[in-house]
């Protein structure tokens, strides 16, 4: 079936510091991963994707990894601020019969940049 | 405003009552779709539209639950006989078409079933 799981639920970093989130999806078919911000009372907002012909990407301080072998792909932001906190979630496609463009999300990632 | 829009926002009712929910997409996008949050949770995927053809539904989706989208460009979700386990977020995003696109998702109409 399809499925995504996120890790970890909460993550609390000092400012300065990186923060890693690390997703797994069961669909090996998938090929398109976006990561969402999604900040308290406000819409998901894509943040960073990645297909699946390359194995890394990287935007500023936010960088994407992926290993299909394995199905899994991480999110990681490094020099953290205090504006990065916001709950993230990871996503793959899924869905045969409407090809492949519904998301399955994880259950999100909410992290906390202390000053 | 170029993004996508929702409306209402927030919406109370009843249980028992009809609930409809108005998503107008970016206007070059022809695939829209419906997510409902929960929180604490991500988005789950409801149902999908490719211009006016509804090529997907969730089996979230039960038979109180229907969409239109009938000139390809705004879409409504109807809500019959409301009951509380229907509380949530109902967000709306659009994509254009292709492969897997970036979905461009609304700011969501907020469900409260007293």
């Known amino acids: 079936g399809e499925n995504v799981e996120q890790h970890p639920s909460t993550l609390s970093v000092q400012e300065g510091d990186s923060a890693v989130i690390k997703c797994t999806y069961s669909?090996?078919?998938?090929?398109?991963f976006p990561w969402y911000k999604q900040e308290l009372g406000k819409r998901p907002q894509l943040i960073i994707d990645i297909r699946s012909n390359v194995g890394e990407k990287k935007d500023q301080r936010i960088a994407v990894t992926l290993n299909k072998t394995a199905k899994h792909f991480s999110l990681h932001i490094t020099e953290t601020q205090p504006e990065d906190s916001a709950v993230y979630f990871c996503a793959a496609p899924g869905g045969v019969s409407g090809g492949y463009n519904k998301l399955i999300f994880g259950a999100g990632t909410r992290l906390a940049v202390h000053p | 405003d170029t993004g996508v829009s929702q409306n209402p926002r927030h919406k109370i009712t009843k249980r028992g009552q009809n609930v409809t929910f108005r998503c107008d997409p970016i206007?070059?996008?022809?695939?829209l779709y419906w997510y409902r949050q929960t929180l604490g949770q991500g988005p789950e995927f409801l149902t999908y539209f490719q211009n006016e053809a509804q090529l997907e539904k969730s089996r979230l989706l039960s038979d109180r639950f229907s969409a239109e989208r009938p000139k390809g460009s705004f879409s409504t979700l109807e809500i019959q006989r409301t009951e509380q386990g229907d509380s949530a977020m109902y967000l709306c995003a659009s994509s254009l078409a292709g492969t897997v696109t970036e979905q461009f998702f609304g700011p969501g109409t907020r469900l409260t079933v007293l």
């Open positions: 669909d090996s078919a998938s090929n398109y």
């Open positions: 206007s070059e996008h022809n695939r």
